[in-house]
């Protein structure tokens, strides 16, 4: 018996389709477990709204977690005219911030700017809301 060439074209079309199909599964599969390791390493930025009491006679700026994610207090810095600034006690000083918490920073000129950073544990850091006292 002998093999005509519209034979072997077939063969070697149905040859080159299943390896197109199994090259199609492993970029799939490897490209599903790129997403998921990656979507470990870095986290949700949270959504949270803040509201702020400035006292101009004693220059304190009272900071209040006003509803949405609670955030850990570890991953929330707030910095003031390029510095981190000091809340003095509650959930802010340690464990986690949530709604109706209170930050007093204390010595924040009339002028300043507050910045509330939220920084994810990796290379990812942003900016969850600022208070610039133009904006009272």
Request: charged residues 20%; negative net charge; contains cysteine.
């Amino acid at each position: 018996m002998t093999q005509n060439h519209s034979d072997s074209a077939f063969a070697l079309a149905v040859g080159l389709l299943q390896m197109g199909v199994v090259l199609l599964v492993l970029s799939a599969a490897l490209g599903a477990g790129i997403h998921s390791v990656s979507g470990e390493l870095s986290e949700r930025v949270p959504t949270a709204e803040f509201d702020y009491e400035y006292d101009g006679a004693t220059r304190t700026l009272s900071i209040t977690h006003d509803g949405g994610e609670p955030i850990d207090a570890a991953a929330l810095r707030v910095a003031s005219a390029g510095d981190e600034a000091a809340c003095r006690g509650g959930a802010w000083a340690s464990g986690r911030v949530n709604a109706e918490d209170t930050c007093v920073l204390e010595g924040v000129p009339s002028n300043g700017t507050v910045r509330l950073v939220w920084d994810g544990g990796g290379p990812e850091s942003a900016v969850l809301d600022v208070w610039a006292a133009t904006r009272r």
